[in-house]
C-alpha cells in the first residue's frame, strides 16, 4: 500500500534523499506553467515524476516551515539569468507579460528520491500531500525574482468554510476503470483521492474486479482501502456533531 510504504519508508535509518518538485501554476492569469525541482539526475537530465517532467533549477526556498498556530508565508528566490546571464525567454514572458506571477498558484510536491520515475520504488506518484500557496507579492532585479507566498486560508477577508462541511460523504474524486484501456484513470486535478492500490472493493465492500471498483465515498470505504489504523484521506469532516431540530 504506498501510504503505508512511504510512511515506514521515511522512518528507516536509510530513506533516501528527500526531493522538492515545485510547479508554478500562472493559467488563472493566462500564462504558463513552470515546473523545477531541487536535483537531477545523476547524467544532469531533469527528474521526472508522474510522467511529468521537473527541469533543475538554481533557486533558494525558505519559510515553508509552520511554526506553532502561525501560517507559514515561504519565499522562493530564483536566479532569473542562465549561465551565460542572459534571461530565459518563458521567464521574460511571465516578468512581462503576467507580473512576474502574481496571484498565481504554486504547488509543492515532497517524496524521496526512490519513488522518481525510473527509479527503484518510482511510477506510483508517491509522496506527501501537496502544499499549495498563493504568489502574494514580485519582486525582480537583473539577478533574481522574488516570489513571497501566502497560504489560501491567510487571505485577506477569507470566509471558512471554503467548501461545503459533509458529515459523511467525501467530495474527493475516485479513480475509473477505462475498459478500452484495461487500467484505471486517475483525476489530474487536487479534488483527486490518491488511493492506487488494487481493484477489489466495491461500492458495498463486494469483492469486484476494476469495472465495479467503486467508491461509496463514506467513511467506511477510506478504511476499507487505506486499512484500519492508517492514515486516511477522507474529505468530509467525521467530527462535525449531528444536530435535532
Not at 12 to 35: E, H, K, Q, V
Request: hydrophobic residues 35%; aromatic residues 10%; charged residues 25%.
Amino acid at each position: 500500500m504506498p501510504v503505508k510504504l512511504l510512511s515506514e519508508t521515511s522512518q528507516s535509518l536509510n530513506p533516501g534523499a528527500f526531493i522538492f518538485l515545485y510547479t508554478l501554476d500562472c493559467s488563472s492569469l493566462g500564462g504558463p506553467i513552470l515546473r523545477w525541482a531541487n536535483c537531477c539526475e545523476e547524467d544532469g537530465s531533469p527528474v521526472q515524476f508522474g510522467g511529468i517532467e521537473y527541469p533543475p533549477m538554481n533557486f533558494a526556498a525558505e519559510g515553508f516551515t509552520w511554526e506553532g498556530d502561525t501560517l507559514p508565508r515561504p519565499k522562493i528566490t530564483t536566479s532569473v539569468a542562465d549561465d551565460a546571464g542572459e534571461i530565459p525567454q518563458r521567464m521574460l514572458d511571465l516578468i512581462f507579460g503576467y507580473k512576474g506571477g502574481q496571484g498565481a498558484t504554486l504547488y509543492r510536491i515532497r517524496t524521496l528520491d526512490r519513488y522518481l520515475d525510473g527509479h527503484e520504488d518510482g511510477g506510483e506518484s508517491i509522496a506527501y500531500p501537496s502544499d499549495v500557496f498563493l504568489v502574494d507579492r514580485v519582486s525582480v532585479n537583473k539577478q533574481n525574482a522574488v516570489w513571497e507566498l501566502l497560504a489560501p486560508l491567510d487571505l485577506p477577508n477569507l470566509k471558512l468554510p471554503s467548501r461545503q462541511v459533509l458529515r459523511d460523504a467525501c467530495p474527493w474524486i475516485y479513480r475509473h476503470w477505462d475498459s478500452g484501456e484495461d487500467e484505471f484513470v486517475y483525476d489530474g486535478t487536487d479534488m483527486a483521492c490518491p488511493y492506487t492500490g488494487e481493484a477489489g472493493d466495491g461500492k458495498n465492500g463486494e469483492t469486484t474486479d476494476g469495472s465495479g471498483d467503486v467508491c461509496g465515498h463514506r467513511l467506511s470505504d477510506c478504511v476499507l482501502r487505506f486499512g484500519e489504523g492508517n492514515p486516511l484521506y477522507y474529505g468530509g469532516f467525521p467530527g462535525v456533531a449531528r444536530t435535532r431540530a
